[in-house]
């Protein structure tokens, strides 16, 4: 976002040494994460005009509307430019076309064709920059995230503590505080929490005070606040308890001591327990495995390990295990199968291609190309591969209970850690 707005800024910068802006950057994330004031706020830095329309305007148009009004947007944004055109909402217009085109949304169809037009049409060097936002980026027509049009994607993830921290300070500067409001605190018992709704705990406790006559907000307005907000959003967002809080902190760093102890194994760059949209409720980031083209066979199985970590120090620890592993068991699987039915990577199969990959672009569906007798037997190997690999887990974190321990509290405590401060720990 920086880029962009030093691109308005300084576009001969760019020009000079013949780069050229992307068109276009979705920006992806949760409701209420503020996409729309990033955007809004590049406009602001930058100091070029901001031009905002959303998907579900153009939802009940009559036919041939939404295209004019693409059309019409585009028009003015060339003649203003440089400057900002945003698309909130873009899944609503944006989403994949089916190749039936039996009672196909036409006018969405429409709509979404002017929209792409448009963007290759223009000239990237006026400094028109397209920023649109969604929190369904999965559902996206791909024509859309094609080399030229929206090609760079800008997570905004809910908050950590620290970011909470200061999003509470930020709306807390609109109401009158008493003394001494502890906001660690606040933002710490606000576990997953968006910017809207810390926005809302803050009006709440406010509407609070008002309610009890008195002039000023207390610490305990916004404490109270905070279950009032939270529970109303229980069902839809996840805000994880005090005690599974603790169990995700000790899954995750079994996940990462797993992967450290082991010497091949990539080192954690970040560890989480900030409940995700995708449903996982911590996140162990490992270095990115993109830029891997060559793995080992070690490698492979300490990976597999490192998936078992998770559920392995959860039942070291609590002496019994959740659905929290039920991706990690996915995962594990995956990388066991395709050890014996497509790298050739079991001493009973060899070099045997035992399964086929079709459609590497979209999913990569496997197909078995082999006999029943033979499929019974990859699904022995299979299991027994995840089977040693758990041992090895669960020995290495057995030997490993203090660290375990400690990296955990740390990490409960801190929500968010980064790699340099789990191998700081790991090492004192
Ligand atoms: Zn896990």
């Given at each position: 976002m920086k880029e962009i707005v030093d691109f308005l800024h300084n576009p001969q910068k760019y020009q000079e040494i013949g780069a050229s802006m992307p068109k276009g950057a979705l920006l992806v994330g949760?409701?209420?994460?503020?996409k729309t004031l990033l955007a809004k706020a590049v406009a602001g830095e930058a100091e070029v005009p901001f031009f905002s329309i959303s998907?579900?305007?153009?939802?009940?148009?009559?036919?041939g509307m939404g295209a004019a009004k693409v059309r019409d947007l585009f028009k003015q944004a060339n003649e203003k430019a440089p400057c900002i055109v945003f698309i909130d909402e873009i899944d609503t217009i944006g989403k994949k076309r089916d190749n039936g085109g039996m009672g196909g949304n036409d006018e969405r169809e429409q709509t979404l064709n002017q929209l792409l037009t448009e963007m290759d049409g223009f000239d990237g060097s006026k400094g028109v920059v397209i920023l649109a936002a969604t929190?369904?980026?999965?559902?996206?027509?791909p024509a859309l995230l094609r080399p030229g049009r929206f090609d760079r994607r800008v997570p905004v993830e809910l908050p950590d503590l620290a970011g909470r921290e200061a999003i509470l300070k930020v709306h807390a500067k609109k109401v009158k505080l008493g003394d001494n409001i502890d906001f660690n605190a606040i933002a710490r018992a606000a576990s997953g929490a968006s910017g809207a709704e810390l926005a809302n705990m803050v009006n709440e406790a406010a509407l609070r005070a008002v309610r009890d006559g008195r002039k000023f907000v207390t610490q305990a307005d916004l404490e109270e606040s905070i279950e009032v907000v939270i529970a109303g959003y229980q069902k839809k967002n996840k805000v994880l308890s005090d005690k599974e809080k603790l169990i995700v902190s000790y899954h995750e760093i079994g996940h990462a001591l797993v992967a450290a102890l082991q010497t091949n194994s990539a080192p954690v760059t970040k560890i989480t327990?900030?409940?995700?949209?995708?449903?996982?409720?911590g996140y162990t980031m490992q270095v990115d495995e993109g830029e891997r083209n060559l793995m080992s066979k070690e490698e492979i199985e300490n990976k597999i390990a490192t998936y078992t970590g998770g559920r392995v120090a959860e039942e070291l620890i609590f002496h019994s295990i959740t659905t929290g592993a039920s991706n990690d068991i996915e995962q594990a699987t995956k990388l066991a199968r395709a050890m014996i039915?497509?790298?050739?990577?079991?001493e009973e199969f060899g070099m045997v291609a035992l399964e086929t990959v079709s459609n590497q672009y979209l999913g990569g569906d496997t197909s078995l190309a082999c006999s029943q007798d033979t499929a019974k037997e990859i699904d022995q190997k299979m299991i027994e591969t995840v089977k040693t690999q758990y041992e090895k887990a669960t020995k290495l974190l057995s030997e490993n209970m203090a660290k375990l321990h400690e990296l955990a509290k740390y990490l409960y405590e801190k929500e968010t850690i980064t790699g340099e401060e789990f191998m700081q720990i790991l090492n004192s």
């Open positions: 949760p409701p209420g994460t503020g998907g579900s305007e153009f939802v009940e148009m009559f036919v929190n369904r980026p999965d559902s996206l027509d327990i900030i409940p995700r949209t995708s449903g996982a409720l039915t497509r790298y050739g990577m079991s």
